[in-house]
C-alpha cells in the first residue's frame, strides 16, 4: 500500500467498495477519504468517529449518482435546459444525458492520482464528447489542516485548463452533503450573507434575465431551519474582512459549526439544498454548493461572456471547510 507522509499530513491508497480511494491522515487525527471515482469526497472527520460529510456509503450508490454526494459538477454545474446549448453560433445537444441533465459530465470519470505529497491531486483529461467537442483538464486537490484554537480544515481546490488557441464554455460547482452526527437538518441554524436569491421555474432553471434574481436581506439568516425547504442559488455574496465568503452551518443544540469559505472572485454563487428528496437521509444533512456560475448559464445572455474559459487561462475554485466544535 502506497503511503506518502509530508506537513503532517499521511496520504495512503486504500479501497471503497471494490473501487480504488485515497485516505489523508493529518497530524491532529483527522481523515479525509476520497474516491477517484468522480474525484468524490466520502467523508471527512475532523476528530476520529466524528464525519461531517453525508457521502455514498456504497459504489451501487454511487453509480446511481441521483444525489449527487459531493459531486464535482463541470463542464457545468446544475440544470443545462433541454440538454442542449448554443457557443460560438454552434448548438450543441448532449446526448448522453438525459433531459434537464445537472451536473456536467466528469461525476463518473475516473480521476488518477498526480500527486499524494503533503497533498492529494486526482487529475482527469476530459476526451470531447459530441454534445461536447472540447478536452479539457481538470485536477482536484484535497487538503487537510488545523488552526491555531484547534479548529480543523479541510481545503478542496479545482484547476481546469484547455490547449486550445480560443475559448470554450466552461463553469464548475461542487455539490458536498454536511450535517452534525446526531442531528437533522431541521436542527440546524444557516447564515449566508449574501444579497439576492436566484428564482427558479419548475424545472430549477432560473427565470429568463432580471426576472432571475430577486433582493433580499442581507444576511440571509435562520435560525432555526425547522420545516423550512430550500434548493436555490443566492448571489451578491459579501465578502469579510478576509475577502472570503463564509457561509455558516451552526448546531444549536452544541454551538458547533461548520464554515464553508469561497472565493467570491472563483465563486460568486453559492446553493443550498435541504435535502428533501434525497434517496437516502431525507432532510438528515444539508448541501452547501459554491458555484462559478448559475445554473443554466450556457443558455444565458448575461452569462455569454463569462462562461469562456480563454486559452492560457485557467477556471479555478477554491473551497474550505472549517469546523469549529
Request: charged content about 20%; proline content about 7%.
Amino acid at each position: 500500500m502506497a503511503v506518502v507522509s509530508m506537513a503532517g499530513t499521511t496520504i495512503e491508497a486504500t479501497d471503497f467498495d471494490g473501487l480504488p480511494a485515497w485516505r489523508l491522515t493529518s497530524a491532529t487525527g483527522a481523515t479525509a477519504v476520497v474516491a477517484e471515482r468522480g474525484a468524490t469526497l466520502l467523508s471527512w472527520e475532523p476528530r476520529p468517529g466524528f464525519n461531517i460529510v453525508d457521502g455514498y456509503e456504497t459504489r451501487a450508490e454511487m453509480e446511481d449518482g441521483r444525489d449527487a454526494r459531493s459531486k464535482v459538477m463541470a463542464p457545468w454545474p446544475g440544470r443545462l435546459t433541454g440538454s442542449s446549448y448554443v457557443f460560438d453560433g454552434e448548438t450543441y445537444t448532449v446526448n448522453e444525458l438525459p433531459e434537464g441533465a445537472a451536473h456536467g459530465l466528469v461525476g463518473e470519470a475516473d480521476f488518477t492520482a498526480t500527486n499524494t505529497e503533503g497533498a492529494l491531486t486526482l487529475t482527469y483529461t476530459f476526451p470531447g464528447s459530441a454534445g461536447y467537442p472540447w478536452t479539457f483538464e481538470l485536477s482536484v486537490i484535497f487538503s487537510l489542516d488545523a488552526g491555531a484554537d484547534g479548529e480543523e480544515h479541510l481545503t478542496v481546490s479545482f484547476d481546469a485548463r484547455h490547449d486550445y488557441p480560443h475559448g470554450i464554455p466552461f463553469a464548475i460547482g461542487w455539490h458536498p452533503y454536511l450535517h452534525f452526527p446526531g442531528s437533522r437538518a431541521s436542527n440546524m441554524s444557516l447564515t449566508i450573507p449574501a444579497r439576492t436569491r436566484i428564482v427558479f421555474d419548475s424545472h430549477l432553471v432560473p427565470r429568463p434575465g432580471e426576472a432571475a434574481y430577486a433582493g433580499i436581506k442581507a444576511p440571509y439568516q435562520l435560525d432555526f431551519l425547522g420545516s423550512t425547504v430550500l434548493d436555490t442559488s443566492f448571489r451578491g455574496l459579501i465578502p469579510d474582512e478576509n475577502g472570503v465568503v463564509t457561509t455558516v452551518l451552526r448546531d444549536p443544540s452544541t454551538n458547533s459549526r461548520i464554515d464553508i469559505v469561497q472565493e467570491p472572485a472563483e465563486a460568486p454563487l453559492v446553493h443550498i439544498y435541504t435535502a428533501d428528496g434525497a434517496l437516502r437521509n431525507v432532510r438528515g444533512s444539508i448541501a452547501v454548493e459554491p458555484l462559478s456560475h448559475v445554473a443554466d448559464a450556457f443558455n444565458r445572455p448575461d452569462a455569454a461572456g463569462s462562461i469562456v474559459l480563454a486559452p492560457g487561462t485557467s477556471r479555478t475554485l477554491t473551497v474550505t471547510l472549517t469546523y469549529h466544535k
